[in-house]
Nanobody, 114 residues
Framework: QVSLVESGGGLVQPGGSLRLSCAAS????????MGWYRQTPGKQRELVAR???????TYVDSVKGRFTISRDGRTWAVYLQMNNLKTEDTAVYYC????????WGEGTLVTVSS
């Protein structure tokens, strides 16, 4: 069973920055595309950033130019650097494979407020 643990969230002002981390443990046999998802009340979980097995990254339009996803090839750790945060970025952020597998953790809460 694979376990993913997110960390790095917190309370920041608009325009601030945070770096989220995703630590993986368990039996992992293959390399998977990985992504960061976020969810707010009343909305479906949204994939906001993805990194493929080849290192290519994609982002939803709302975070392009502000968020950067990266990974450590040896430890499987996945990171999300978030700059110029906006109030609409407030959400619980999760990491998982893309397509998602049964690896959902508790996420880490990002609150952007003045």
């Amino acid at each position: 069973q694979v376990s993913l643990v997110e960390s790095g969230g917190g309370l920041v002002q608009p325009g601030g920055s945070l770096r989220l981390s995703c630590a993986a443990s368990g039996s992992i046999f293959s390399i998977y595309p990985m992504g960061w998802y976020r969810q707010t009340p009343g909305k479906q979980r949204e994939l906001v950033a993805r990194i493929g097995n080849d290192g290519r990254t994609t982002y939803v339009d709302s975070v392009k130019g502000r968020f950067t996803i990266s990974r450590d090839g040896r430890t499987w750790a996945v990171y999300l650097q978030m700059n110029n945060l906006k109030t609409e970025d407030t959400a619980v952020y999760y990491c998982n494979a893309d397509p998602p597998r049964n690896w959902w953790g508790e996420g880490t809460l990002v609150t952007v407020s003045s």
